[in-house]
């Protein structure tokens, strides 16, 4: 089984952050009533007043304030869909599985038209709270070991905040320029791990330089 995170890594940018402009743009009430408070939110999580889960909560707010979501998600993946990395296109396989911190709500269209599985951070849409816990980082190790998944034969992602799982495949690979280019997963010195570590618990990603 390969396992594939999936922003930045076989699509190029960031489907929530996409797929919120998409929003806006279509329903500019949002620009009042979501984007003040998510940059409120931001400039709090930053200074440390407010933990991640919340500022992602907030983040994610704006799903909660679409009533035509079920057709905005279609037509941005309609649009967008071209984003999916080739080399990924490539190599797909029917038991590959997606595993992102993005909404479901948002990952699971996608992975529908991939024909492939997928995990991702479930949203209440009409109470604005996540279901479980953040897909992100050594969460996404725990929840694959608790599941009794198979034992994963590639990883790949373009974060280092997702060596908790990179560590649990038979070989992990690391994603860079924009999603388009696959290499080795690095050996991390002790300096680099901790850095790695703060940002894992911190919530923030981590990210070679191109």
């Not at 933990?51 to 707010?61: A, E």
């Not at 590959?96 to 951070?121: E, F, H, M, Q, T």
């Amino acid at each position: 089984m390969n396992v594939y995170d999936f922003d930045g890594t076989i699509f190029y940018s960031d489907c929530s952050i996409g797929f919120a402009r998409w929003c806006m743009a279509r329903h500019p009430k949002l620009l009042v009533t979501y984007l003040p408070k998510v940059v409120k939110n931001l400039i709090l999580y930053k200074a440390g007043k407010i933990p991640n889960y919340l500022m992602q909560r907030k983040m994610f707010s704006y799903l909660t304030m679409v009533d035509d979501f079920d057709v905005q998600i279609e037509r941005y993946w309609d649009k967008y869909e071209k984003r999916i990395s080739a080399w990924y296109l490539a190599q797909k396989k029917p038991d590959d599985l997606i595993i992102s911190a993005s909404p479901a709500c948002i990952i699971k269209p996608i992975a529908k038209r991939l024909g492939v599985n997928c995990i991702a951070s479930e949203f209440d849409r009409e109470f604005g709270v996540f279901v479980n816990n953040l897909m992100y980082a050594k969460e996404k190790a725990k929840y694959i070991i608790d599941h009794g998944f198979p034992m994963i034969d590639n990883f790949y992602s373009d974060s280092l905040a997702d060596t908790p799982l990179a560590l649990c495949a038979e070989k992990a690979h690391l994603v860079t320029n924009k999603a388009s280019t696959v290499i080795d997963w690095p050996d991390l010195d002790p300096d680099t791990m901790k850095k790695v570590k703060k940002k894992i618990d911190t919530g923030w990603n981590v990210h070679l330089k191109e």
